[in-house]
């Protein structure tokens, strides 16, 4: 049985605590109403997604409304992740913003070319994590119509507005 | 002839055959089918017989070799020498080598009548070389791994040192208010000091991608690079009411990045360092390269060089300390008097180099510095760039 949420769920894929702590925090300081979710690696991410391992019996909706996906993890890391959520017809749908240490232009590339929607390198100071977790809400969760807004369905069909 | 001149003609006979004979490279002579008709007493004693024992004997019946007997027949035909470096004899061991000249004589019709074969020993430069090369890999290798050392390290540097400053934001921002006494001024020094590390290791970063992150080398207009620069640059130059005037300025082959960074370095510092009486003026304008004392890398002439001198109005500097502004973390002047991390210069002189260029400067305190940039035009070496991540 899957209990309703009634905010949207991002799911964080990070194999550091501190950075989930900082992103959380500072999803609270934006305003931003969200819930925030922490897997560790690429390999939990699946589990997390196809509700299996340690994630059999959870109790919540399997599909987050949006991934945020750390590329350098241990076990699977995020471009392998990515790869196979991108594989899979139902899991594709859910936009995966890739949010990393790494600027490299390789990763940046590639990322966009394996099908992630965003790319944001982590900011330095806490300041503009504020105001980067406060735009990216604000944009994904409130202006952005995303397949899975909440409780893990999709969203109700809407009369086109021209 | 009479008997003065058949001895005069003996007597010079011995000479020859006696300098031909104590000659130390080994020497013979052969004729167009490579019978020996005379060998040296180097040539017998390397090959270990008696000189005797080479008279009449085919020459590739002793040591049969087909490439070189192909390369002696060709002579033969065209009556053209052949030269051959560090390459090794069956007559002399397999441990030794030798330049080798395979020289025709010819008579008056232009036809080959015998070959010389005239041997130098090349043993100890052969082995200096491989020596050489043995000690430029090593070098190479020890270079790239300090390159990747300071490139890692700085990266993975960052890592905790944002978490630092992060945990530091959110405590002032949480409980700044709450903190008594001197509290909240040494939460803020600590996080000014977390910042300023953050620039040091940023400057680090950027210094040691010059060669690990480079671009390749590409037709760079620098005309286009300083516009760049100057719209970059433009509401620091607003802010100073200081005026940049640019001449022409060449073509040449770089790495268009680094072009923009060395000269937008240059022309921001020429800003920073203004002096507090008026606005300042910068001035970028090329520069023919006469006779100097300029040494010139191997493989660029002088004249394939340009000269870019970019001058300012500024406080100058000290020319006792022009060693100084170009060595990392180097700063000639108080944090509180102007901001910086003192890499500035280091990188410029690091793109530079990079470039096979030089980059100097002069200056007379209190009225201004000129910074002259040499470049090569094109670059003729393939460059030594490497890319990590």
């Known amino acids: ?162 | 002839m009479n008997n003065q001149a058949i001895q005069h003609l003996q007597e010079r006979n011995t000479l020859l055959e006696n300098i031909l004979f104590h000659i130390a490279s080994p020497i013979l002579y052969m004729d167009p089918d490579f019978r020996l008709i005379l060998v040296n007493k180097a040539f017998a004693a390397w090959a270990g017989h008696r000189r005797e024992f080479f008279v009449g004997k085919g020459y590739f019946d002793l040591y049969p070799d087909p490439r070189r007997e192909a390369i002696f027949k060709r002579a033969v035909e065209t009556a053209e020498r052949y030269f051959a470096l560090q390459e090794t004899f069956p007559h002399t061991g397999e441990d030794t080598y030798w330049d080798w000249t395979l020289q025709p004589v010819t008579d008056d019709h232009g036809t080959v009548t015998g070959l010389i074969l005239n041997l130098t020993e090349v043993t100890e430069q052969k082995l200096a070389r491989q020596q050489w090369r043995h000690y430029r890999k090593k070098l190479e290798r020890s270079n790239r791994d300090l390159q990747d050392f300071a490139y890692t390290a700085s990266h993975d540097l960052q890592e905790p040192l944002r978490k630092v400053r992060a945990f530091g934001d959110l405590l002032k921002r949480r409980f700044g208010k709450t903190l008594q006494g001197d509290g909240l001024d040494f939460l803020e020094r600590m996080v000014r000091a977390a910042d300023r590390m953050q620039h040091l290791i940023e400057a680090l970063l950027t210094y040691s991608r010059i060669t690990t992150q480079a671009q390749p080398f590409e037709k760079v207009d620098l005309n286009e690079t300083v516009a760049e620069i100057l719209s970059n640059l433009e509401s620091r130059i607003s802010e100073t009411g200081g005026r940049v005037e640019v001449g022409v300025l060449p073509t040449i082959e770089a790495d268009p990045y680094q072009m923009l960074q060395l000269f937008q370095n240059l022309v921001a510092n020429a800003l920073k360092f203004h002096r507090n009486g008026g606005p300042p003026l910068v001035r970028l304008w090329e520069e023919p390269v006469g006779e100097t004392e300029f040494q010139p890398p191997p493989l660029i002439p002088v004249d394939e060089f340009c000269r870019i001198r970019v001058a300012d109005n500024g406080i100058g500097f000290d020319e006792r300390h022009l060693d100084r502004i170009f060595a990392p973390f180097q700063r000639l002047h108080g944090r509180s008097e102007f901001d910086g991390v003192g890499m500035g210069l280091s990188i410029c002189q690091r793109i530079v180099e990079r470039h096979q260029g030089r980059i100097t400067a002069s200056s007379i305190k209190g009225e201004g510095s000129t910074f002259t940039v040499e470049l090569p035009r094109s670059q003729p070496l393939p460059d030594q760039r490497r890319s990590t991540t």
Not at chain 1, 55 to 68: G, N
Not at chain 1, 76 to 90: H, I, M, Q, R, V
Not at chain 1, 125 to 132: G, H, I, N, R, T
């Open chain 1, 1 to 162: 049985m899957k209990i309703h949420k009634t905010s949207p769920v991002i799911l964080m894929v990070d194999d550091d605590p501190d950075d989930y702590y900082l992103t959380k925090a500072a999803l609270e300081e934006s305003g931003a109403q969200t819930e925030l979710d922490l897997v560790a690696d690429g390999q939990e991410l699946l589990d997390y997604l196809f509700c299996r391992g340690k994630f059999v019996d959870a109790e919540r909706p399997s599909h987050p409304s949006l991934i945020l996906l750390d590329l350098n993890m241990p076990v699977k890391n995020g471009k392998e992740a990515l790869t196979e959520l991108k594989a899979d017809p139902d899991l594709r749908q859910i936009p995966v913003i890739i949010y990393t240490n790494s600027t490299a232009a390789e990763d940046i590339m590639s990322s966009y070319q394996l099908g992630a929607s965003s790319y944001i390198p982590k900011p330095a100071s806490f300041q503009s994590l504020v105001e980067a977790m406060g735009t990216l809400s604000k944009y994904w969760l409130d202006i952005a119509v995303l397949p899975f807004m909440e409780s893990g369905q999709p969203p109700p069909e809407q009369p086109a507005v021209s």
